[in-house]
């Protein structure tokens, strides 16, 4: 908007004069800097530390650019009313008017968008409670600088942010900023649409900018109604006021199970002000076997019966509550047995995080010595795995009914808790610096489930949902999906060295149905690494016996299976769910066919074909990925005309290879 004044200003300056217009250019062309000035500060978040200070420099550059704006805008109304009727300057001067009102509205709306920003950023900056650094607390105050033009325009209430997290008073200073927000995009929308296709003809690239822009303004506003629907209930999820407190687990990959591994470990965080106050983990039987030796038992529920036949075990617990890749689900079952059992908070949600987020996280702080094991102890993220497997089932390990207050957990798993409480030292000593980094590492691990979060609070989690990070199953309401889960019943660490190869032919007919001939490879080969590491029972040392799930469109029919134990099907989530066991003696390996059909898997309008795929993803996928996939698809008639990348097409088919390690969606297009 800024620039469009200056691809005109000369037309202006030399029609009107310079006493009129120029200064409304030149106005235009500084607030046009303090823009961009604005905008690199926000940008260098992406790549350094996620600084108040920064963003409250931001602040002072919009709030800098809102009062040029402000001023180019009255140097337009004084332009004498004669000069419009020019055919030179023609409606420019209105356009310009309406422009410059709108590029100080938006200046403004971005004033307290960073306001609020700064305060929440500043407040919890250091999620961990680590030591406030690199400007992480500041009391800059949003205040105009003394070379701007001063305007009747009120500026936000200061950001000051707090050391020991969020307060209520911050809490209310973000919504007035919010409510600001949006009475002004309100007038915004009145703005633009003041705007005429026609008014900005004598610019192209103004003008698909500003409908690129316009666009996007409805997007813009859905945003802001998400964070304000959110913050009634912000407070309290952050433990503004008093504490709140979450269950954490952590999942052993390597003995997988359907939400991303087995319960070995967990933990209860308080949170107050959105800072993490306390965190401890502690062996999951600490909790469950105390209450089995009491003689009480949680009955499995029934579709779990496969799991209860298998592992002749009577009671359910906590630690064996996620049989689900749904991960609402798995977690309001862990809470549900962690309160049966005598958990001593009242938690308000889960957080369930796989070994290898925490590998990439001990590549971000850099190797961990772990002195209470011994001289020479350190955790690198290559060793991370092996090395609480030696210390847990080792020769020599504790036992893990037997409590060890030095580590706060059990003797057995006392190396955990020693690590965990070294780990957590020293992410608070290395974030200050690397909160760009650490953002990235985790946001990817929502993306390929190593980190799944669940809050009892139903608006928190409908954003979640919304925002596609609740790790869910989902049923699309047309098209083609699959999901394969997995559970290790045998209660070895196999997960980590078999392989696993997909092969799916999908054979469309004229109608539409799809069929799979889908064959899965279980691939254990002789490894001396697991070898050195074959913990277990003898018979587990050279047996792996998973429970395999396949999950389709609820209108799939099963045409024939083998090499698997076949126990039926049900229905959950909106799909159709076969399942069955499938065995692997080491070495060796174990294939499994699957032939099955969707029916109206693709729909055509006029002589064109579309078949939209859902291909989703288990948590807990081993560092080689889970599945490895090779898929191809075949149309019945023509050609394949559009397929997503990395599909590949050739003639009437398309092909696809990839590591599934995270939900991806695809639509493939054939004519007919």
Known sequence: ???????????????VGASSVGPAAVNAYLGYNHLKDGEAKLKSLQHGSLSAATVLGAEQDFLASQVEFAAAHAALERVPSVAETSPFVGNKIQVGLRLTALASTFSEIAVYGCN??????GAVANPFGGSLANGSAVTTSATPPASATKTATPTPTPALPSARGLTEDNLKTIQTDLTTISGLLVGANAQINAIQPGDLSFQPKLASEFNQFKTLLPQIQGYLNDVMTLMPVLGPMLGVGHPQYYLVELLDSTELRPSGGFIGNIGTMAVSGGIMTSLH??????LDRPFEFAGQCIPFPPQYQWFEISEGVPCWSLRDSNFETDFPTSAQYAEQNYTTEGGPYAVQGVVAITPWLIEKLIALTGPIAVPEMGAGVVVTSTNLVNLIHQ?????????????????LTSARKAFTGFLFKHFMTKLKTVLSGKKAQLLKVVLDAFATKDVQVYFNNPIAEGMLKKFNLASVIVAPKTGDTQLLVDANVIANKANNYITYT????????????????????????????????????PNSRVSYQGYLRLYTPSSATMNYSSGWQFQGWSNAYGLEVYGGFVSVFYPGFTVVTLNYTVP?????????????????AQPGHAPNDLWAVTMSVKAPCGKMTQASAPWQMSGATATLKESLSRNQSFTLTYAC
């Open 281 to 286: 983990v502690q062996d999951v039987d600490l």
């Open 600 to 616: 109206n898997a693709a729909t055509h309008k006029g002589g064109v074909w579309t078949y939209p795929l859902l291909l989703q």
């Open 391 to 407: 210390f847990q089932l080792g020769k020599g390990h504790g036992s893990e009914y037997i409590p060890d207050p030095a580590s």
């Open 502 to 537: 997909m092969n799916d032919t999908v054979t469309i007919d004229k109608s539409g149905a799809a069929t799979h001939n889908l064959t899965l490879t279980y691939n254990w080969p002789q490894s001396k690494a697991y070898e050195a590491n074959e913990y277990g029972s």
């Open 116 to 121: 609020a920003g700064a305060l929440f950023v």
């Open 1 to 15: 908007m800024a620039l469009a004044l200056c691809t005109f200003s000369s037309l202006l300056t030399g029609l």
